[in-house]
């Protein structure tokens, strides 16, 4: 199955995913593709593979990608290869996207779990936002409006969960990981 981490920027999605694949058998992260500038704790190929926009729109003419989707200004995209492959070797993929890409990921594929992870509050999420080391006002203020209107969008997905503590977060997505890879719909009896 695929699991789709969405929510407003800041919620911890990143970190809870990696941390997801660290501590669990036979799931891996979906590397998404975007024209953002790399920071610098973030590697090629690992976090990200950073494109330019015209790469970008070329991946896209060649239909590589199984979804794509503007957010704040720069364009991101999930690879399909990458995740058919994995799902056809039976495993699952975690993927950390936006709204907009839970969407788009819905329409194509049917075996999916969507988990909307929220921050603990929106002081919170300025905070986190901060501390990327992004001072550009502009952008700051673009992901807080973006936030406040993602968080309308929580009733599209089938949990919630809000990250007051990254421990706690990782037992509660876990454990529903757990629960969906025991569902009768998703047996093939
Ligand atoms: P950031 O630039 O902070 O890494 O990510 C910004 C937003 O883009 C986050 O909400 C993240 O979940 C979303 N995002 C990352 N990769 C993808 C993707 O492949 N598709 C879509 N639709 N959104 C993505």
Not at 8 to 21: E, N, Q, R
Not at 24 to 40: E, L, P, Q, W
Not at 51 to 64: A, D, I, N, S, V
Not at 124 to 152: F, S, V, W, Y
């Amino acid at each position: 199955m695929i699991i789709i981490i969405a929510g407003p920027s800041g919620a911890g999605k990143t970190t809870l995913c990696k941390m997801l694949v660290e501590n669990m058998d036979n799931i891996v992260y979906s590397i998404s593709a975007t024209t953002r500038k790399k920071r610098k704790e973030e590697e090629e190929g690992e976090d990200y593979h950073f494109l330019t926009e015209r790469e970008f729109k070329r991946w896209e003419r060649e239909g590589r990608f199984l979804e794509v989707a503007k957010v704040h200004n720069y364009y991101y995209g999930t690879p399909r290869d990458m995740v058919m492959e994995y799902l056809s070797n039976k495993k699952d993929v975690i993927m950390d996207i936006d709204i907009q890409g839970a969407e788009g990921i819905r329409e194509k594929i049917k075996d999916v779990v969507s988990v909307f992870l929220l921050p603990p509050n929106m002081e919170e999420i300025l905070h986190r936002i901060k501390k990327r080391g992004m001072n550009n006002k502009e952008e700051i203020k673009n992901r807080l409006e973006d936030a406040l209107l993602e968080i309308e969008e929580v009733r599209n997905f089938d949990y919630v969960v809000v990250n007051n503590n990254l421990e706690e977060t990782i037992l509660v997505i876990k454990s529903i990981i757990i629960a969906e890879r025991h569902s009768i719909d998703r047996m093939e009896v």
